[in-house]
């Protein structure tokens, strides 16, 4: 059993901060890319950032230069700094993960439950 469990995020005013946190557990063998995404309402899910196992990453173009992906590969976590923030911000946020299973050949992509970050103006 692998699972993703999620931290962070709530209410901010404009310009505030928040980090969001996000743990992966289980029978890991190995994690590929992690990334966030988030989904505003009446919107489809969108990517916010990935970063692949070496520390590479890749924001969208609306958070490059305000929010900031990082891992730490010794503890299977993510997480996601998010400055600056902007109304247009608020959504729900989610960890996402390739992880490979021990006995397992391939790997598959998991999802965090989800967390509300609403930012005011």
């Known amino acids: 059993q692998v699972q993703l469990v999620q931290s962070g995020g709530g209410l901010v005013q404009a310009g505030g901060s928040l980090r969001l946190s996000c743990a992966a557990s289980?029978?890991?063998?190995?994690?590929?890319?992690m990334g966030w995404y988030r989904q505003a309402p009446g919107k489809q899910r969108e990517l916010v950032a990935t970063?692949?196992?070496?520390?590479?990453?890749n924001y969208a173009d609306s958070v490059k230069g305000r929010f900031t992906i990082s891992r730490d590969n010794a503890k299977n976590m993510v997480y996601l700094q998010m400055n600056s923030l902007k109304p247009e911000d608020t959504a729900v946020y989610y960890c996402?993960?390739?992880?490979?299973?021990?006995?397992?050949?391939?790997?598959?992509?998991?999802w965090g439950q989800g967390t509300q970050v609403t930012v005011s103006s």
């Open positions: 996402n993960a390739d992880i490979r299973k021990y006995g397992w050949v391939y790997s598959r992509n998991y």
């Open positions: 289980g029978s890991i063998f190995s994690i590929n890319d």
């Open positions: 970063i692949t196992s070496s520390g590479s990453t």
